[in-house]
């Protein structure tokens, strides 16, 4: 029986660890908490913080893991990818993730190769990142060179904005770099591909709905298909394609996220080497049937994935709604109770559901994507009418706060 060792543990990572049991294989996971949920369901389970490269190569060695993968944990991508090289395991190799994980070096390479973006400079300090601010002009995004999930993520207006949050953004970055970059105003287009040999094929090209003020980052739905159409359509696909390719990912995952403005113009806002967070595997599975847990499985273990796992079967318009304070259903405040999972679950349309509330946690204004605490996932005939069946049944979700 083959083994593949899981870098991160955590409730999202479950579903590897089921889908690898159900296609026969074995799982060594390794997470730095030992409560961490998917430890349990392994089949041998290692307390390990996964940023210790060393201790996770020995353990992988110890165990005789043919595969190593990561579900959704940006941080893990570099870890994975060095891990591999080092026991000789399929991998992007280390060189590939940090351009997949390093927003400073990803832009630079996607500017050397064309790649439609915004301009950005580098900063490390109040200095440079005055005079990044003067390179990029207003309005421009802060952002932790190495980090997701939106974390250190800002809007600025001008020298005060930078001051006021530079230091929060260089406390999110290992390296201790930002990145100033344009703002680019628009609708956001998120895309998901399989790359096999170097070759990026397109599995979904689906809309990301975005709250205003601080939290313009979040999605708080994913809806699929695209509302998209026609030379913007076009332009999405084709430009998101050759970031893949100029970033040279060899096999993998590919997420490019695109913003595309008024007159369809398009520019990459990043692209991630991995599946993503926030659901977007389910948008590949419920959308088209492509498994997307199943692919990275299959190729982590040096499998060539087929034609048939990679094409999609089908087109099933999709909404995924997230759970959130203002401008969605949940109240702010601590949690004293909640429910009605059971009835978003039998509502019209609806697939899949979850809650992540727990009881006396604090649910906050959206700003980044950990303040979601759940999601629904409703189909229908057309995105819109999934939209809208999705909305019905989040909320019936009852949620108590003092
Ligand atoms: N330059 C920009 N202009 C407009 N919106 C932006 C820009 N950069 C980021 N955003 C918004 O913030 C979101 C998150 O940005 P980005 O992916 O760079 O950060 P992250 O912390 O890596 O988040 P994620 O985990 O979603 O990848 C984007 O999907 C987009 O909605
Ligand atoms: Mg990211």
Known sequence: MSRVLLVGAGRHQRRVIQRAHELGLEVVAVDRNADAVGLAEADVAEV???????????LGRRHGVEGVVTF???????????????LGLPGMGAETAHLMTHKVAQRR???EAGVPQPRFAAARDLHEAHAALETVGVPAVLKPADSAGQRGLFRIEGLDDLDRHLHAALAESASGEVIVEGFLDGREVNTLFVIRDGVPSLVTLSDR?????????????HLYPSTLFGYGLEQAEETAGSSLRALGMPVGIGYPQLLVGDNDDVDIVEVAGRIPGGQMVDVALHGTGVDLIEVTLRQALGEAVPDELVRPRFSQPLAIFFLTAEPGPLPTGCVKSFGGLERVLSSPGVVQADLFLVEGETIRPVQRDGDRRGYVIAVGDTNLEALERAETAARLVDVEVE
């Not at 570099?78 to 591999?84: C, K």
């Not at 975005?210 to 739905?221: D, E, K, Q, S, W």
């Open 48 to 58: 390990v913080d996964f940023s210790d490269l060393g201790a996770v190569v020995e």
């Open 72 to 86: 959704a944990a940006e941080r893990a991508v570099p870890v994975v990818a060095a891990v591999a090289e080092e």
């Open 109 to 111: 390479r996607l500017a």
């Open 209 to 221: 709905i975005r709250p205003a003020g601080v939290g313009f980052g979040v999605a708080l739905t």
